[in-house]
């Protein structure tokens, strides 16, 4: 018997992101993961806001990487201030032409487009405390968990991680 081909899993679009802020976060995705860290795109926060981008180290460390698409995103935007609540580090994902010098220096800087990115600067590291932690990374099993449901199972009910 021959083993079933998955199918590409693609982060949840809600309509909202642009062509190049969906490029940016698939080349920061791709850098996230060969740094070794698991990644799940608009992960809810205890905040109730959502995460674009939030992984997870094989160490436990949790970053969120926020995807700037351009400026005005960028100015029109500060839930990312909330960000560091929930993270050991907060990173922007932002295009190569994009203006870095608009961007905190204490935040963790990521150049990238849709086919890779670079690690420009890690930023300034938080310590998480213990509960925290716990809440952020249940909160990412069940996401990713549910999403791997739903993968194969497109019909069940009852997942609320979403």
């Not at 963790?108 to 300034?124: F, K, M, P």
Request: charged residues 25%; neutral net charge; contains cysteine.
């Amino acid at each position: 018997m021959t083993a079933p081909l998955l199918r590409p899993v693609l982060p949840p679009v809600d309509g909202r992101q642009s062509e190049r802020a969906l490029a940016i976060a698939r080349g920061t995705t791709r850098l996230l993961a060969a740094l070794d860290f698991a990644v799940v795109p608009e992960l809810p926060l205890p905040s109730g806001r959502r995460a674009d981008l939030t992984a997870l180290g094989r160490n436990g460390l949790l970053w969120i990487v926020e995807v700037k698409s351009s400026v005005e995103d960028f100015r029109a935007d500060r839930k990312w201030e909330d960000y560091r609540l929930h993270a050991d580090r907060v990173l922007f994902a932002v295009a190569p032409d994009f203006p870095v010098e608009l961007l905190p220096e204490d935040a963790g800087l990521i150049l990238a487009d849709g086919h890779g990115a670079e690690l420009q600067r890690e930023g300034v590291a938080g310590a998480l405390a213990a509960p925290t932690r716990k809440v952020m990374t249940l909160r990412f099993a069940r996401a990713a968990a549910a999403r791997m449901t739903l993968l194969c199972d497109p019909q069940a009910r009852g997942l609320t991680d979403l």
